[in-house]
């Protein structure tokens, strides 16, 4: 079992930075690929970033990419997501997850396949 807690949404405008943490219960973290999804009102959850297990891979949709940096400390059980040039289509709740399945991006981009989801945490992006 792992339990998910984001926090450092928030409000800000356009061309801010944010940063993201999820912090992750349980021993079996570093076993575990991490992902970003946001969504906004009447949306469907949408990928942003994901991690592998080791950190050596990482994913990005084409809408964040060179923008948001994803990173993750094993010895402290976090993922990070760190958003810079926001713009307000970021708008959304974003969640993190954890997957214990496959290492690649058609899994990792895909909601359904993560095991454990968090409570979500909202960022506002204003123009």
């Known amino acids: 079992q792992v339990q998910l807690v984001e926090s450092g949404g928030g409000l800000v405008q356009a061309g801010g930075s944010l940063r993201l943490s999820c912090a992750a219960s349980?021993?079996?973290?570093?076993?575990?690929?991490m992902g970003w999804f946001r969504q906004a009102p009447g949306k469907e959850r949408e990928f942003v970033a994901a991690?592998?297990?080791?950190?050596?891979?990482?994913y990005y949709s084409s809408s964040v990419k060179g923008r948001f940096t994803i990173s993750r400390d094993n010895a402290k059980n976090t993922v990070y997501l760190q958003m810079v040039s926001l713009k307000p289509e970021d708008t959304a709740v974003y969640y993190c997850?954890?997957?214990?399945?496959?290492?690649?991006?058609?899994?990792?981009?895909?909601?359904?396949?993560?095991?454990?989801w968090g409570q979500g945490t909202q960022v506002t992006v204003s123009s």
């Open positions: 997850g954890a997957d214990r399945g496959r290492d690649n991006y058609d899994t990792l981009s895909t909601p359904h396949e993560y095991d454990y």
């Open positions: 349980g021993r079996t973290f570093s076993t575990y690929a």
């Open positions: 991690i592998t297990w080791s950190g050596i891979s990482k």
